[in-house]
T-cell receptor, first 114, second 117 residues
Framework: AQKITQTQPGMFVQEKEAVTLDCTYD???????LFWYKQPSSGEMIFLIY??????QNATEGRYSLNFQKARKSANLVISASQLGDSAMYFC???????????FGAGTRLTVKP | DAGVTQSPTHLIKTRGQQVTLRCSPK?????VSWYQQALGQGPQFIFQ???????QRGNFPDRFSGHQFPNYSSELNVNALLLGDSALYLC????????????????FGEGSRLTVL
């Protein structure tokens, strides 16, 4: 069964505007971590932001924030003030409980227009 | 501070051959994970090495094997290559991740792109 679902294969946003990338997840483990990674064309996965299942507040890292809705099992990434350099693939991922593996979604390709 | 380095960056093999991919973790990291990323998909976990032993394995056949050396570097070996093994192979390092989902942020290399003809 798919653990991480990203329903937006591609998204477009105007430079300097905000954009939300969707992510829903499925787990029965009460302890888990949610991650967002950016993958430019070079291939390297760049860590953006982390949200723990027990965290009371939504995570923020600079222009990135995570809209964590635990009851709905969603962890959407919000990028504010988009820049041309934000154009890349974005992956949502989850690590469950005692597991050492990280499960990734299929990704969303974000294109920032000038 | 050197990040995760992988070699080779690109390689082409034919079906039935064997391939070895190499990874040097970020300085100070002791755990190496390998992921396979097929075109247009998210990475899939192959296995993780810690203290020179395979600690966890994903849903990959025994043709995929690995090794971790005392200096924490790692190799991924794939035997009897199939066309479907064509993918970007990503190595990720972390620090002693075990049992806690919130620790051990993964640092990825740029990957080795394998093409099987």
């Amino acid at each position: 069964a798919q653990k991480i679902t990203q329903t937006q294969p591609g998204m477009f946003v105007q430079e300097k505007e905000a954009v939300t990338l969707d992510c829903t997840y499925d787990t029965s483990d009460p302890s888990y971590g949610l991650f967002w990674y950016k993958q430019p064309s070079s291939g390297e996965m760049i860590f953006l932001i982390y949200q723990g299942s027990y965290d009371q507040q939504n995570a923020t890292e600079g222009r990135y924030s995570l809209n964590f809705q635990k009851a709905r099992k969603s962890a959407n990434l919000v990028i504010s003030a988009s820049q041309l350099g934000d154009s890349a693939m974005y992956f949502c991922a989850m690590r469950e409980g005692l597991g050492n593996d990280m499960r990734f979604g299929a990704g969303t390709r974000l294109t920032v227009k000038p | 501070d050197a990040g995760v380095t992988q070699s080779p960056t690109h390689l082409i093999k034919t079906r039935g051959q064997q391939v070895t991919l190499r990874c040097s973790p970020k300085s100070g990291h002791d755990t190496v994970s390998w992921y396979q990323q097929a075109l247009g998909q998210g990475p899939q976990f192959i296995f993780q090495y810690y203290e020179e032993e395979e600690r966890q394995r994903g849903n990959f056949p025994d043709r995929f094997s690995g090794h971790q050396f005392p200096n924490y570097s790692s190799e991924l070996n794939v035997n009897a290559l199939l066309l479907g093994d064509s993918a970007l192979y990503l190595c990720a390092s972390s620090l002693g991740t075990s049992g806690r989902p919130d620790v051990g942020e993964l640092f990825f290399g740029e990957g080795s792109r394998l093409t099987v003809l």
